[in-house]
């Protein structure tokens, strides 16, 4: 068993200097935590490199172009997707 409590923190509170990457590899909550970083995102306008699968994808695609951020690529065995503030 795992028993146990596991600490949480907001993105903005473990930021401490302007981030030029931000990568999200959350296992199936990807999107949860893009959602919380989304202020510091918008504010900062780093790379963002989240790893997503199918279900997810959709939705990724509609919040990383509603703050004009453009895809530029995947890599990885598992879907990793690189997206880039527009210029």
Do not use: N, Q
């Amino acid at each position: 068993s795992l028993a146990g409590t596991v600490p949480m923190f907001r993105s903005g509170d473990l930021i401490t200097a302007k981030p030029k990457v931000v990568k999200i590899d959350a296992e199936s909550s990807s999107l949860v935590v893009l959602r919380g970083c989304l202020p510091e995102i918008k504010e900062y306008r780093p790379v963002v490199v989240i790893e997503a699968h199918d279900p997810e994808k959709v939705e990724l695609d509609k919040i990383m172009d509603g703050i004009d951020y453009v895809e530029r690529g995947r890599f990885c065995a598992t879907p990793t997707y690189v997206w880039e503030p527009k210029r």
